[in-house]
T-cell receptor, first 111, second 114 residues
Framework: SQQGEEDPQALSIQEGENATMNCSYKTSINNLQWYRQNSGRGLVHLILIRSNEREKHSGRLRVTLDTSKKSSSLLITASRAADTASYFCATLPYNTDKLIFGTGTRLQVFP | DVKVTQSSRYLVKRTGEKVFLECVQDMDHENMFWYRQDPGLGLRLIYFSYDVKMKEKGDIPEGYSVSREKKERFSLILESASTNQTSMYLC?????????????FGDGTRLSIL
């Protein structure tokens, strides 16, 4: 039961540029979370945004949520080579306890 | 910081074997989860547990079972391993029930079934 779909599937940019990844989902949610996964490692939690929030910041990360469009975006500003990773959105639908993960965006940042 | 430790990074087993994947968390979290990750399919939930001796089926429980005898330890068992269970297995934990807290992941076990 895949809920979140990330777009694009892959993104290549130069260091210093901004990277924007999008996530769309199908049902009403309690919250949406973004995670990062470095190659061959586990996922690391980045940001959680609740359904009544529209925007959240953490360092160089900015997440927006539009519940009317059932979509979210993750913006990484002034990207670095160390940001190279896969990024996943995960949604928590109402009335469930289970996160549903998307298939991820692979970000490559070239020095 | 929360630490979730999976017993093996890489594991190779044979078809038909009984396989145990172990996961330990050190932050007294109530919830623990097992996912498998396959290219193009993202993470899929196999089983999860809210408390000791409790377990709930996820989206793809067939061919798997779990055990949670202690709060900090959650084991995934492949009863009779098959080649279609070759995958990356990820364990995670979160503070309490409800999905309103982040999940903390281990580094994964890459399992190959020959």
């Amino acid at each position: 039961s895949q809920q979140g779909e990330e777009d694009p599937q892959a993104l290549s940019i130069q260091e210093g540029e901004n990277a924007t990844m999008n996530c769309s989902y199908k049902t009403s949610i309690n919250n949406l979370q973004w995670y990062r996964q470095n190659s061959g490692r586990g996922l690391v939690h980045l940001i959680l945004i609740r359904s009544n929030e529209r925007e959240k910041h953490s360092g160089r990360l900015r997440v927006t949520l539009d519940t009317s469009k059932k979509s979210s975006s993750l913006l990484i500003t002034a990207s670095r080579a160390a940001d190279t990773a896969s990024y996943f959105c995960a949604t928590l639908p109402y009335n469930t306890d289970k996160l549903i993960f998307g298939t991820g965006t692979r970000l490559q940042v070239f020095p | 910081d929360v630490k979730v430790t999976q017993s093996s990074r890489y594991l190779v087993k044979r078809t038909g074997e009984k396989v145990f994947l172990e996961c330990v968390q050190d932050m007294d979290h109530e919830n623990m989860f097992w996912y498998r990750q396959d290219p193009g399919l993202g993470l899929r939930l196999i089983y999860f547990s809210y408390d000791v001796k409790m377990k709930e089926k996820g989206d793809i429980p067939e061919g798997y079972s779990v055990s949670r005898e202690k709060k900090e330890r959650f084991s995934l068992i492949l009863e009779s391993a098959s080649t279609n269970q070759t995958s990356m297995y990820l364990c995670a934990s979160s503070l309490n029930r409800g999905g309103r807290q982040p999940q903390h992941f281990g580094d994964g076990t890459r399992l190959s079934i020959l």
